[in-house]
């Protein structure tokens, strides 16, 4: 499936291909945020908790059997060569997410950090991808079953309340 590369972090004559590969001398190394953030529907395996296969800065226990979504995912902080390591996952309890199938780019936040999306470091990204994101696609963040809408002027969340960027 082509994924939708988000357009303010794109290189001008960047190649596209099918499969999202690493930015040049990026590398999960140490994080394991995706696997406490993210739920893994084969593993049976909600959002919001760690993995019971993940060994904390160590990564996957089984790493060689792991299952295919756990193979194919890569956060957007791997993929994008302009995002700095204040973003990185570990750093910043944000899991960037592009759900092409959804038409969203999701901040997918560590439950126990649950205003690290605030920062002004990630609040500033998802602000800058929201002004850049085409036609009906959305910027949201999320924690466990909240979630806030992200548009360049305003953060609207799921109870109706509008918070204007000034």
Excluded at 74 to 84: D, Q, T
Excluded at 85 to 100: F, N, Q, R, T, Y
Excluded at 106 to 115: T, Y
Aim: aromatic share 6%.
């Amino acid at each position: 499936m082509k994924r939708k590369i988000w357009a303010s972090f794109e290189e001008p004559n960047q190649k596209k291909s099918a499969m999202a590969v690493p930015a040049p001398g990026k590398s999960c190394g140490s994080c394991t945020e995706c696997c406490k953030i993210v739920g893994v529907e084969e593993l049976q395996k909600p959002g919001g908790i760690y993995c019971s296969h993940c060994t904390l800065g160590g990564g996957c226990k089984i790493y060689p059997d792991r299952p295919k979504s756990c193979r194919t995912f890569m956060c957007g902080w791997l993929v994008h060569p302009k995002m700095g390591p204040e973003l990185k996952p570990d750093k910043c309890h944000v899991v960037l997410m592009d759900l092409a199938e959804s038409r969203a780019l999701v901040a997918g936040c560590d439950p126990d950090r649950p205003d690290a999306w605030r920062a002004p470091d990630v609040i500033n990204l998802l602000r800058l991808l929201a002004a850049s994101v085409g036609s009906g696609w959305r910027v949201v963040a999320a924690v466990d079953k909240r979630t806030w809408l992200i548009t360049e002027r305003a953060i609207l969340s799921d109870t109706g309340e509008v918070t204007p960027f000034v």
